[in-house]
């Protein structure tokens, strides 16, 4: 079955302690993609039905779209056969760390506040914020000394 694909069920507790387990999974789902030369993000979309998770595939596929986030939502559309799942539907989005440079939920933009969209999204920041964190540091660690090995 496809990574996107594949589904899962979490024992109840309480919304924190999902919040956790579910960013503990997109946090390894993160580590296979950065062990493929991705950009270490993954991505758990959980509705009534089923979970879908995915992580970020834009290099092998190549594919400028193919972001975790993306892809999860995709697979959960055509799981479920609804598209309002990828219409602005989502009813929360839980992320870890802030993305300085290109955030859109908060970070440098916040487009799921704007005024401009017409469906509201809550939104849980810093979940797991420190491990998230650390797992973009150190990957992008590497690259910068995979490029200039002796600084």
Avoid at 99 to 128: E, M, Q, W, Y
Wanted: glycine share 6%; with cysteine; proline share 5%.
């Amino acid at each position: 079955m496809p990574l996107s694909r594949r589904r899962f069920r979490v024992p109840f507790v309480s919304a924190q302690g999902a919040d956790e387990v579910q960013m503990r999974r997109a946090i390894a789902l993160a580590a296979e993609a950065g062990a493929e030369g991705e950009i270490p993000v993954g991505a758990v979309l959980v509705t009534d039905e089923a979970s879908f998770e995915s992580r970020n595939e834009k290099e092998r596929r190549p594919d400028p779209t193919a972001h975790a986030e993306v892809l999860a939502i995709r697979a959960a559309a055509a799981a479920l056969g609804r598209w309002r799942i990828a219409a602005a539907r989502i009813e929360r989005v839980v992320y870890g760390c802030d993305d300085p440079k290109a955030g859109a939920a908060g970070s440098v933009i916040d487009i799921l506040a704007s005024a401009a969209v017409n469906h509201r999204v809550r939104v849980t920041a810093g979940v797991l914020a420190n491990e998230t964190a650390e797992q973009l540091r150190e990957y992008f660690r590497s690259k910068r000394l995979e490029r200039w090995p002796s600084g």
